[in-house]
């Protein structure tokens, strides 16, 4: 539902770029997606030929749209979106061989997977996200709440039912249908990822852009501004790093790069400004721009609150394709063993302004270990979390559920490549 497509300049490739790799495997696909763009809070103009420029069939379903990410409106949005998409999967009986289809949204998954269901075809589950899980990091009262989520529990609970195969975008969520089925099935990780060559030229494009001082050393967050990422804390901890700096002039620096937008963005400005932070709020950065301030950092920082259920965010495979360490202060027991046992950051608890603090003066006085841990990340970049090279599983899945024998193209990403300098 979040898909990017077209000219658009925000969105998630996932879906996109398995699409095109389905394609090269020699399958006919349709990508069915929403009438509204999500990261623009607007209505698509379906009638661009930008859309029809993919390699695979776009399908567009009516979706009214809504103005927040979590409100009323986007639940009754996203209802009447999985109602159309239940009319026009009804409307084209026998036309598909196996259905891939996203969770969240709840409701709009549920209408695939009874689809398929009725037509005797495999249905697989991408697990991007938990609901209602999520959802209690903003609204969480006891009962009432219970009460609100039980549809989306309920949908949850069927579609993970109906899966043939699940793939999860961390090993928790790759299981989590496993929880609600009686008979299991096969499950897959495989990151959400990114596309390191479409990063690199990025970073080669538009680095001159991002100038940095001499003597200062940056910590860099990009992402989403809002209830589960604890942006608070890496403003109190650069406040911290900062006093204590005053009295040591031969160290860089330390300066807060906070790439991104949200409805936190003004209390954490107003906060930055409170405890004069050196602290910059850089804005939304399209996806090429951004990759060149990742390039440019010294650390990045993966920022979520102790309570957040994600698990492995989509921006980690950006982090670890930079050449950069990473401080990870997510509580996720899957992460935090990866983050260890590759070694290419460190984790530190979660809302702890002090410990983050430490953490940020640790990398800035060892600049050996930094580069070890970058180089680390990088590597583990090239090995996991290219799309190119690791979607390739979900292609064979596919192809062994229908009985095909899939194409092999030439895939130069797996070719090794350096990290941005």
């Known amino acids: 539902m979040g898909v990017k497509l077209g000219d658009e300049t925000r969105g998630y490739t996932r879906f996109r770029k398995l699409s095109e790799m389905l394609v090269e495997a020699g399958f006919e696909v349709d990508l069915i997606t929403s009438s509204f763009q999500h990261w623009d809070k607007a209505p698509r103009d379906t009638s661009d030929p930008a859309y029809r420029r993919h390699p695979f069939n776009v399908v567009f379903i009516d979706e009214p749209g809504y103005r927040k990410n979590l409100d009323l409106a986007r639940i009754l949005s996203h209802w009447k979106a999985a109602r159309n998409l239940a009319s026009y999967l009804r409307e084209n009986a026998g036309a598909y061989a196996a259905v891939y289809a996203e969770i969240p949204p709840n409701d709009v998954a549920r209408a695939a997977a009874e689809y398929a269901a009725e037509q005797g075809i495999p249905f697989v589950a991408d697990v991007n996200d938990l609901w209602p899980e999520a959802m209690r990091m903003v609204v ?12 989306f529990s309920r949908d949850a609970r069927r579609v993970y039912r109906s899966c043939a195969a699940c793939v999860g975008t961390s090993d928790e969520y790759a299981a989590r249908p496993l929880r ?5 099935c096969e499950t897959l990780t495989v990151y959400v990822g990114n596309d390191l060559a479409a990063f690199d030229a990025g970073v080669a494009a538009h680095r001159s852009e991002v100038e940095k ?31 204590r700096q005053a009295e040591t002039a031969d160290v860089p620096r330390l300066r807060v790069k906070i790439l991104g937008d949200g409805p936190d963005r003004a209390a954490l400005e107003a906060l930055a400004a409170q405890l004069r932070a050196p602290v910059d709020f850089v804005g939304y950065a399209p996806y090429e721009t951004m990759a060149a301030w990742l390039a440019a950092s010294d650390v990045t920082v993966n920022s979520l609150v102790a309570a957040a259920p994600q698990s492995i965010v989509t921006k980690i495979g950006d982090y670890l394709a930079s050449g950069r360490p990473m401080i990870n202060t997510g509580s996720s027991p899957e992460f935090r063993a990866k983050v260890e046992r590759d070694g290419f950051g460190v984790n530190v608890e979660a809302e702890d302004a002090a410990v983050l603090a430490g953490a940020l003066e640790a990398l800035r006085d060892d600049p050996a270990a930094c580069t070890a841990m970058g180089r680390t990340g990088r590597a583990v970049a090239e090995r996991e979390f290219d799309q190119a090279v690791s979607y390739r599983a979900i292609v064979d899945l596919l192809a062994r559920l229908v009985g095909a024998d899939p194409k092999r193209p030439a895939a130069p990403a797996d070719a090794p490549r350096n990290a941005p300098s």
Do not use: H
């Open 140 to 151: 969480d009262v006891p009962v009432l709440s219970d009460a609100a989520f039980y549809p």
């Open 180 to 184: 609600d089925r009686i008979d299991p």
């Open 213 to 243: 001082p001499k003597g200062e050393f940056w910590a860099v967050y990009a992402g989403m501004l809002g209830a589960s990422y604890d942006l608070a804390t890496l403003v109190q901890a650069a406040a911290l790093v900062d006093e």
